[in-house]
């Protein structure tokens, strides 16, 4: 009886074994399709568990990812799908579905900023697919803006501004709460975000601007007004945030390009400056000032033939300009064509006697010639003029050293430290002063 029991149990384990082997199991291709059946069928649930034995044989499976995401969803377990879709956009991110249905999962838990985020980004990659999935997108939309609507008329102006902004490249004919949250933010004193507003107000209905036309002048007035003081104070990033906003709302106004292009000059972001110039010179070909100051970014840039031949195009409109006749100058100096810089120098000094850079140009020109006495009585001309300059001083140091009066280098050198100049100008003159006591 017990060799029989053997025998029997033995027998039982082979069969065990042969029907394992004879067992396949599923691969991950076969669970997605299984899962993707589930969905179709109307069963998430049994989605959700072919998805997931999906993604354990094969965890980089995009489409397991969003498959699994739009399963979650219909279950109403949103922040699971947050997850799946995060998933998914990380191993689709040229996909611009991706991102729309990351801001659907987010738009679900709320987390709305993040949902328009997502929106924005899909746009960036296919402009189409909004359109071509409008009706899928109502509803959130809709949702963003009730929740916009809710902070604004509660006077949560931050978080309104932030929602209806941001979703404005989703929305149409939404342009009254656009307008609504840019009258808010003037009662508030933030001419910035009004800006923003009603710019948003007319990319949603063009028409408002006959029927805000007073409004949207007195609001660009005001804006390049402060965009002006900003850049006068040296406040480069009020001044360029400001005047961005005005160009938004009035692309047409030369003024406002003009004022931004400076802005930019000023913090050096040439390319940004040459943009808005050349907006100007589109708006107004004659603008003598634009073709000025496109010659100095390109100074700037190294480019000294393209700034010549701007110079020299400003000056054919406004010959009378002395300070474009001393920037033509100081172009030639570095060019080392001397006549002609010299020659604009004393033009731009005939013009107006009372500009003090080109005595400084005018000066070097004498220093380099060997001419010491007259390059001394145009730098203290010059000083009379600007007594802070610190470029005056150094020019004037380096002709006392070639007339070998080296207390006389050091005291204009000295004047060079104590007036905090940039960077450039105080190496300069740590390093001449520096040579000076080696000597």
Request: aromatic fraction near 6%.
């Amino acid at each position: 009886m017990t060799n029989r029991c053997a025998h029997l149990l033995l027998l039982l384990t082979l069969v065990a074994i042969a029907l394992s082997a004879c067992t396949k199991t599923k691969s991950a291709d076969e669970y997605l399709e299984d899962g993707r059946i589930h969905l179709e069928s109307g069963d998430p649930l049994k989605a959700v568990a072919a998805l997931e034995e999906a993604l354990k044989h094969e965890p980089g499976l995009a489409e397991a990812n969003r498959l699994l995401g739009d399963a979650l969803g219909q279950l109403d377990r949103w922040p699971e799908a947050v997850k799946q879709r995060k998933a998914y956009k990380a191993l689709a991110q040229d996909n611009a579905e991706a991102y729309f249905l990351l801001g659907e999962a987010y738009a679900q838990t709320n987390q709305l900023e993040k949902a328009i985020q997502e929106f924005a980004q899909g746009i960036q990659i296919s402009p189409s697919y909004l359109e071509e999935n409008q009706t899928e997108l109502e509803s959130i939309v809709e949702s963003i803006l009730q929740a916009g609507q809710e902070a604004l008329t509660a006077g949560d102006l931050a978080t309104a501004s932030n929602l209806f902004n941001s979703v404005a490249p989703l929305t149409q004919g939404q342009a009254e709460l656009f307008v609504q949250l840019g009258q808010a933010h003037l009662q508030t004193g933030d001419l910035v975000s009004a800006l923003t507003a009603y710019a948003n107000a007319l990319t949603q209905d063009p028409a408002l601007a006959d029927q805000l036309s007073g409004e949207i002048a007195d609001l660009t007035q005001q804006g390049v007004e402060r965009g002006q003081t900003s850049l006068d104070a040296g406040d480069l990033g009020t001044a360029i945030r400001v005047l961005q906003s005005v160009v938004a709302l009035a692309p047409d106004h030369t003024k406002a390009h003009f004022t931004l292009g400076n802005a930019y000059n000023q913090a050096n972001q040439l390319p940004q400056a040459i943009e808005q110039y050349q907006i100007v010179l589109d708006l107004e070909p004659d603008s003598a000032s634009a073709l000025t100051n496109l010659g100095v970014v390109y100074y700037k840039s190294g480019e000294l033939e393209t700034a010549i031949q701007h110079f020299q195009s400003a000056l054919k409109i406004d010959p009378d300009d002395a300070e474009t006749h001393y920037l033509t100058g100081a172009a030639y100096v570095q060019q080392e064509q001397l006549d002609q810089a010299q020659t604009a120098f004393e033009t731009a000094l005939a013009l107006d006697d009372q500009l003090a850079p080109p005595f400084i140009g005018l000066a070097n020109i004498y220093l380099i010639q060997g001419k010491y006495d007259a390059a001394i009585d145009l730098l203290e001309q010059s000083i009379a003029l600007a007594p802070n300059s610190p470029e005056a001083y150094f020019a004037l140091a380096q002709v006392y050293i070639q007339l070998n009066n080296t207390a006389e280098a050091q005291t204009a050198l000295e004047r060079v430290l104590s007036l905090n100049p940039d960077p450039y100008w105080k190496q300069q003159a740590e390093a001449l002063l520096q040579s000076l006591a080696t000597e």
